[in-house]
Every structure is written in structure tokens, then in C-alpha cells.
Nanobody, 124 residues
């Protein structure tokens, strides 16, 4: 499995960005996919996850109501729509996948494949 993120950039507070995660090398429909983020000197932080079954999604508390995860099974791509961005959202955002049919949630240890990351910078 390979994951490639895109869509990062620099915006002012209150702005929006949409990240994409292109999936290849497996059956996309059987994979839970998640977004994590990391700032220098800190551990990788869970942002959002979409389970492979039923499309159920869960969000980290600080992004709930502002970020929306979605997936397009015809394009093998997962998205993260980020609205009302805040300076504290500044980080490198990573897409991650566990083993197929996994119900992994918010622990980075449960994910075995990671993309290269895309930088999101929010200025005040």
C-alpha cells in the first residue's frame, strides 16, 4: 500500500484547505484511513478517521465541527476538508492506513503505512 498526500499550503486564520490522500496497492474499500498531524518536537496527533465499514468517522475534539473527512471509492482517495483554520492547526498532516479490515481509531501505533506528509501553515 502507498499513500500520497497533497493539498497543503499557507492560509490566514479563518481560511480553508482541502487535503487529499491518494491510495494505491490494495483494495481501498477494505481499509480504514486516518489523518494525523505533527509539529516539530511533539508526538504525532490524531485528527480524523474513516472506518472502512459504513464510512463511520471520528474526530479529535479540537477539530470537530471544523474538519470533515470523506472518501471517494471510485478515485481511491480520502479527503480532509478543513474550515475555519486556526494557527494551532499548523502542522505536517499525514495520511495513514492500518491492516485491511481494521477498526483502528486514534492510536498511531495501529497504523502501518504512512504518506510523506503535507505542510499546513495557518497565520494569524
Amino acid at each position: 500500500v502507498q499513500l500520497v498526500e497533497s493539498g497543503g499550503g499557507s492560509v490566514q486564520a479563518g481560511g480553508a484547505l482541502k487535503l487529499s490522500c491518494k491510495f494505491s496497492g490494495g483494495d481501498f474499500s477494505t481499509y480504514t484511513l486516518a489523518w494525523f498531524r505533527q509539529v516539530p518536537g511533539k508526538e504525532r496527533e490524531f485528527v480524523a478517521v474513516m472506518r472502512w465499514t459504513g464510512g463511520t468517522s471520528f474526530y479529535e475534539h479540537s477539530v470537530k465541527g471544523r474538519f470533515t473527512a470523506s472518501r471517494d471509492d471510485t478515485l481511491n482517495t480520502m479527503y480532509l476538508q478543513m474550515n475555519d483554520l486556526k494557527p494551532e492547526d499548523t502542522a505536517v498532516y499525514f495520511c495513514a492506513a492500518p491492516f485491511p479490515y481494521s477498526t483502528a481509531l486514534d492510536s498511531a501505533e495501529d497504523y502501518r503505512t504512512w504518506g510523506q506528509g503535507t505542510q499546513v501553515t495557518v497565520s494569524s
